[in-house]
């Protein structure tokens, strides 16, 4: 064997892991599918001038730790803050959510007094359960049926939880296990702050945030940082493709080597076999693909026993996401604020209540589209003049919900016209300013970028599939059922998003089944 590690999936996990590796002294080849690297993580021309982040959209969650180790400012990466977190119109006004806690409570009190004096503990609270989140994003998590280690990754994540007051470990369980809309009424009665703080509980998943377990999908996007300060959302410049350029000029530096247009159909042990027949043999094959479509698709049934292929059958992989990129000849005119400001910088949410985004949801599931999508639009081009022409922009729009299953043969268009009229009905004049756009449905999002049944976290953050259970109990330890197979992706502990920990994590086992320490 010519080669240590062969890296399936040049995502930025999979890249992420290829840098580990190398640097701890393995040959690595990685193996790409698609003829740029990135996976979900990339910028493209949509447009002629126009630019934008294709799938993945927004930076938070990526870990100082991988940017630090590997070299990403060296490489050219750059991070900037947004001026707000968030910006949620009204038919009769507007709620803005950052610049400093005085002013989120200024905003907060248009509404009710009460959840502006509330916020500073709500925040607080949420902060206090995140960093025992942030403690273990970077750890393995103790593995079910494990031996001696694992029983000390239980003992040491059991310490963390028991140096909680039992107040916040009651705030722990309630976050893992109960609704968005629970845990949001109990603090807030504005129904604007409920929807602001509770759409981060629907981002890429497929759920009403009355659904119990859709708190934690709030808490998982409130654990990340921008330039050293937490809880705060960013936008590469260069866009997303910005963080995964620059992982593989680390990984080329290393010694890496990476293919582009060479898709993977076959995973055996200790070999990979592409589509046109190559093959290709190391000591460990390391996954960045969904794990169901590893099991299902590219391990030969006859490798895995019958339950474990069972177990994965039923692994959920479902975010009803519909993704947009528009060039604009202008910045829309939203008609509660029609100048322009820092809002244009801001996620903007298009969604005013926790009630609109159960509508939509129950919408899907009934026919397939949400008759009022939930929209958040992110004008990057506010921020990074290297999008589009002077005086254009580019929006993204992340929307939900759309079923996976729905007949997006024949239904793109109307989903695209549904989630124009929300635009619409807020920014009166935004089709006018619309040059171009780019879509991508949940089958879309499947077929390019291997997101099985649409879903940008390789499956559901539910309390059955995160940590010891993600993918599944017996197996969170970055390792499968097939010998020198490991998985590296967000089916992996801690789940999705750009973190860059999965692919971190799962090094640190390769290298240890390889006698080795990972690299200071």
């Not at 002013?103 to 609270?125: C, G, I, M, N, V």
């Amino acid at each position: 064997m010519s080669l240590d590690a062969v890296v399936v999936g040049a995502g930025h996990n999979g890249l992420v892991c290829a840098c580990y590796l190398a640097r701890a002294g393995l040959k690595v080849k990685v193996l790409e599918r698609r003829g740029v690297v990135g996976g979900a993580a990339v910028t493209e021309e949509f447009h002629p001038g126009f630019r934008n982040s294709v799938a993945a959209y927004t930076v938070s969650l990526l870990q100082a730790k991988v940017i630090r180790e590997l070299r990403l400012a060296e490489h050219g990466l750059r991070i900037v803050e947004r001026p707000l977190a968030n910006f949620l119109p009204l038919d009769n006004g507007y709620l803005k959510v950052g610049g400093g806690l005085e002013a989120t409570q200024k905003e907060f009190s248009k509404f009710f007094a009460r959840d502006a004096k509330r916020l500073p503990h709500y925040w607080a609270k949420l902060e206090r359960v995140a960093n025992v989140l942030r403690d273990e994003v970077l750890e393995t998590p103790p593995n079910a049926g494990g031996g001696v280690r694992d029983l000390l990754g239980l003992f040491r994540s059991g310490l963390r939880i028991k140096k909680l007051s039992v107040d916040a470990q009651r705030d722990l369980v309630g976050l893992f296990t109960r609704s968005a809309a629970e845990w949001l009424e109990d603090w807030f009665e504005s129904e604007p702050v409920k929807a602001v703080f509770g759409f981060d509980a629907v981002v890429g998943n497929y759920a009403s945030p009355y659904h119990p377990g859709t708190a934690y999908v709030l808490l998982h996007h409130c654990f990340g940082e921008v330039n050293g300060r937490r809880g705060q959302w960013g936008h590469a410049i260069g866009g997303m493709g910005a963080i995964s350029e620059a992982l593989a000029a680390e990984a080329r530096r290393l010694g890496v080597e990476i293919a582009c247009d060479a898709p993977v159909a076959r995973v055996q042990p200790g070999a990979v076999t592409l589509a046109d027949g190559r093959e290709f043999a190391a000591r460990a094959i390391v996954a960045n693909v969904n794990p169901k479509m590893l099991f299902l698709q590219m391990v030969d049934a006859s490798l895995l026993e019958s339950d474990f292929r069972e177990h994965m059958q039923r692994y959920k992989c479902a975010s009803a996401t519909f993704r947009m990129n528009v060039a604009l000849s202008a910045l829309p005119k939203f008609s509660c604020l029609p100048e322009d400001g820092p809002h244009h910088g801001a996620g903007i949410i298009l969604a005013p209540s926790l009630g609109y985004m159960d509508r939509a949801y129950l919408d899907a599931r009934a026919s397939g589209i949400a008759r009022q999508p939930i929209v958040e639009m992110v004008i990057p081009s506010t921020l990074d003049d290297s999008l589009a022409p002077k005086g254009a922009h580019v929006a993204s729009l992340f929307c939900q919900h759309f079923a996976p299953d729905a007949d997006w043969g024949g239904r793109k268009q109307e989903a695209i016209d549904r989630i124009f009229d929300v635009v619409e009905s807020h920014a009166p004049g935004f089709r006018r300013n619309v040059i171009a756009h780019s879509a991508l449905s949940p089958a879309d999002l499947e077929q390019v970028f291997g997101l099985t049944g649409g879903d940008i976290f390789h499956g559901q953050l539910s309390l059955d599939q995160l940590w010891s259970a993600r993918p599944m109990l017996g197996h969170a330890d970055y390792r499968s059922p097939v010998k020198g197979l490991y998985l590296c992706g967000s089916g992996a502990h801690p789940g999705g998003g750009v973190t860059g920990a999965p692919g971190h994590n799962c090094a640190r086992e390769v290298l240890r089944d390889f006698g080795k320490r990972m690299p200071a």
